[in-house]
């Protein structure tokens, strides 16, 4: 991890150029530490280590340009501004540049001052406190934003008679205390206050920590608390006492009385989340959660125990975390194992990992803010699928060569004169990383991804199968021209469209009619546009979970 100092990154192919940026932004050390990058994918690693506010990219470079930066930016780390500069501007560049919300556009040579004032005027902007009473803004909401940011500050934060204070350190909460409670109910606690006023505080030195899970579940825990506690209220007419309501849990060993196929394992180190997970699960006469575990260990005794058919396993927990405890149960215990976790930009990288070691399919916590009823439906159509799954086929992925130092240059690929459409799913991301992995250097066709995923997943599966690869792997997020030589990935999930216009081909992204658009046709109907459009030969290859019930598309390109 790089130190707490506040970061600006500079990315420039040209060694001159990014000396001479880099000497002259050090006259504000004491302001901002700098960091350098020669490339776009050297500073895409940057980000994940050091805490960086703000990204000075050319555009033009090898690999990746600074635009494909700037659009991994925005798709991992949106709370970074990004300044943008070339010596060949273009409408096109611009354009482009506005799309992605860079915070500003230079031509070069660059004005030192300038960019200097430009700096000075973000780090103002980034140290600004703020003090009011919360009206028409939830409390949560505010120390989402103050997460969000990547900021320290301490709220402090009043109630009538009450008061607490919750410490944030780098964007991420360390610390509450309400009245005699401390750490997680504390904070909980404080949440839970419908109304009332906050201001910043000078942060205490040294800062206590008694706090350490991040932030996103911090939230999402003290959202379903509140849920929870208002239903009951509503239910009894009695308010809740809330050091009551907090030390409620589940009992591991409550089990649904049905006759059921499908016997559920729930490993949650949340005693809430374990019951709304059961509630989730048991209106379906279908699934039975035979038990709960609230950790790996307990989890591995329970599955020799209970013998389930799918286990769901939460990533951050006390004693043994989801990643040891999913290496064991491939190793020793194989069974179809589903992801449940919040599904945010640092947890990312870390569920490809999982998917990779084995883990089925993944699925996002449910959250109050979407429709119950849709999330109800999405994880117990999860659990269907990864039942049906043979154990005898699972396997753990090996760990594959990071090859990004010898990936092929985007500017020298050939128009698109073949093509191969790959089709993956639940289950599939082993092979798909496998695949991929192998494909050649020389190879002159292009290759079209599509996995079912969540739209934000996309950005982050190309990064992960590029670093994994001699090929150059980009996203479709929105319309792309294909190019000979490159795998482009996208997700099932999306209405794409392949079109001719001259020599080339390009995919464009339609947005979806409805919520009930059903992914079997979305890939039908693309197939149906290829089989229009694309005159060379194609290929097309599916995977385990490939999403084809409707087969009209297929019968089309086998015509």
Not at 333 to 345: L, Q, T
Not at 447 to 475: A, G, K
Request: proline share 4%; hydrophobic share 40%.
């Amino acid at each position: 991890m790089g130190s707490s100092q506040k970061k600006v990154l500079i990315v420039d192919d040209e060694p001159v150029i990014l000396d001479m940026l880099a000497q002259s932004l050090a006259v504000d050390h004491e302001r901002y530490g700098v960091v350098t990058a020669r490339n776009g994918q050297e500073g895409f690693e940057i980000l994940s280590r050091e805490n960086v506010f703000l990204v000075i990219s050319d555009i033009v470079m090898p690999e990746i340009s600074g635009l494909h930066l700037l659009a991994q930016i925005r798709a991992n780390y949106p709370q970074i501004e990004v300044i943008l500069m070339t010596g060949y501007p273009t409408g096109e560049i611009k354009r482009q540049g506005r799309q992605g919300n860079c915070l500003h556009f230079l031509e070069k040579p660059i004005k030192l001052r300038h960019l200097l004032e430009m700096i000075r005027e973000q780090i103002a902007i980034n140290d600004q406190g703020f003090a009011g009473t919360l009206k028409n803004i939830q409390l949560m909401d505010l120390i989402q934003m103050c997460c969000y940011s990547g900021i320290t500050m301490a709220v402090s934060v009043m109630k009538g008679s009450q008061q607490g204070t919750i410490n944030i350190k780098d964007g991420e909460i360390v610390h509450a205390v309400c009245g005699n409670m401390t750490g997680e109910n504390a904070f909980y606690n404080i949440l839970g206050w419908q109304s009332g006023s906050f201001e910043t505080i000078k942060i205490p030195s040294p800062m206590e920590h008694s706090i350490d899970k991040n932030y996103n579940y911090l939230l999402l825990e003290a959202a379903r608390l509140s849920d929870l506690k208002t239903e009951e209220e509503k239910l009894t007419g009695e308010q809740i006492c809330w050091d009551d309501y907090l030390e409620e849990s589940v009992d591991p060993d409550e089990q649904s009385e049905l006759n059921s196929s499908m016997r559920v394992l729930i490993v949650d180190d949340s005693p809430t989340m374990c019951k709304i997970l059961t509630k989730i699960l048991t209106v379906k006469e279908e699934i039975e959660v035979v038990g709960t575990a609230q950790n790996g260990e307990e989890a591995l005794e329970r599955i020799d125990e209970l013998k389930p058919d799918v286990v769901t396993l939460d990533v951050n927990m006390p004693i043994m975390d989801g990643s040891s405890t999913l290496k064991h149960i491939m190793i020793k215990k194989p069974c179809p194992v589903i992801i449940i976790s919040s599904i945010g930009n640092r947890s990312q990288k870390n569920i490809l990992d999982f998917l990779h070691l084995g883990a089925v399919d993944f699925v996002s916590k449910p959250e109050k803010v979407e429709d119950m009823v849709v999330q109800q439906q999405k994880i117990i159509e999860k659990i269907r699928t990864a039942a049906t799954a043979k154990i005898g086929n699972f396997k753990r992925g090996k760990d594959l060569k990071v090859m990004a130092q010898v990936q092929n240059n985007v500017k020298n690929q050939l128009p698109c004169k073949r093509l191969v459409v790959i089709n993956s799913g639940a289950g599939g991301f082993t092979e798909l990383v496998n695949t991929i992995h192998l494909l050649p250097s020389d190879m002159d066709a292009s290759i079209l991804v599509l996995h079912e995923m969540p739209p934000e997943f996309v950005s982050p599966l190309s990064c992960y199968l590029n670093d994994r690869t001699v090929v150059t792997v980009l996203p479709i997020q929105e319309d792309v021209h294909l190019l000979g030589g490159i795998c482009y990935i996208g997700t099932t999930g999306a209405r794409l469209k392949l079109n001719a216009a001259l020599d080339s081909y390009a995919v464009s992204v339609e947005a979806t009619k409805s919520a009930d658009d059903r992914v079997d046709y979305h890939f039908s109907d693309f197939l149906h546009s290829v089989y229009n459009s694309f005159d060379g030969p194609i290929k097309v290859v599916l995977l385990s979970g490939a999403m084809v019930d409707n087969l009209d598309g297929l019968r089309c390109i086998k015509e």
